[in-house]
């Protein structure tokens, strides 16, 4: 079946890492993506990895993807305040819709 | 800013009732895909139109049904409201099924 699974919540304080983990169903996806969403908003592309990838890296984001294990993290370092969010793992489906498949979102909230 | 606007983005329905939403892709995107976010969860595929017929549905029942227009404009119809149907909807479009996706702000759907 399709199930992205996240883990529920993440604390950190101001200036550590963050990192936010994600397994996902499909190993024939091609895209992987991690998105962002603030109170009352919609969702933000935060970056996403192509599955010929290991390793994606966007400024303060690092992605890592495990094919074998169908296992992805996101890295954010510096974590600052502005960071707190819910963020989404999501695979693209590769079967005629390309459908997005979201995780349950992990809540992220950073400490001062 | 993603060039896709839905409206409202706030509305209340009694149980029972019917609602339409909308949203205004950009032009060339011939893909429109809409999901339902409830409360505390990931956003999950509700159905896709290509070129004006639907191409893909997912695990929601017939009281959800959408149109799509040739000025890539579409609308989201819910008959027969549950309170279970509150919830953020989200429009996504694309130019086709594989290529990048533009999310909208989202129509949060409260149903009393």
């Known amino acids: 079946g399709e199930d992205v699974e996240q883990s529920l919540f993440l604390s950190v304080r101001e200036g550590d890492s963050s990192v936010i983990n994600c397994t996902y169903t499909?190993?024939?996806?091609?895209?992987l993506y991690w998105y962002k969403q603030e109170p009352g908003a919609g969702l933000q592309l935060l970056t996403y990895?192509?599955?010929?990838?290991d390793m994606k890296q966007d400024q303060r984001l690092t992605v890592l993807l495990n094919k074998k294990d169908k296992h992805l993290s996101l890295r954010i370092a510096d974590t600052q305040t502005g960071d707190s969010a819910i963020y989404f793992c999501?695979?693209?489906?590769?079967?005629?819709?390309?459908?997005?498949?979201f995780g349950t979102g992990t809540r992220l909230k950073v400490l001062a | 800013e993603t060039g896709v606007t839905q409206s409202p983005t706030h509305l209340i329905k009694t149980r029972g009732q019917q609602v339409t939403l909308r949203c205004s892709s950009q032009?060339?995107?011939?893909?429109v895909s809409w999901y339902q976010q409830a409360l505390g969860q990931g956003p999950q595929f509700i159905f896709q139109?290509?070129?004006?017929?639907?191409?893909g549905r997912g695990n929601f029942p017939p009281r959800f049904s959408g149109l799509q227009f040739p000025n890539y404009s579409s609308e989201l119809n819910v008959n027969a409201l549950e309170l279970d149907d509150s919830a953020l909807y989200l429009c996504?479009?694309?130019?086709?099924?594989?290529?990048?996706?533009?999310f909208g702000q989202g129509t949060r759907l409260t149903v009393v």
């Open positions: 032009s060339g995107h011939n893909t």
């Open positions: 990895i192509f599955s010929n990838m």
């Open positions: 996504v479009s694309r130019v086709t099924v594989n290529t990048e996706a533009f």
């Open positions: 499909d190993s024939s996806s091609t895209y």
């Open positions: 999501a695979e693209r489906d590769t079967s005629g819709t390309y459908k997005y498949i």
């Open positions: 139109y290509y070129r004006e017929e639907e191409n």
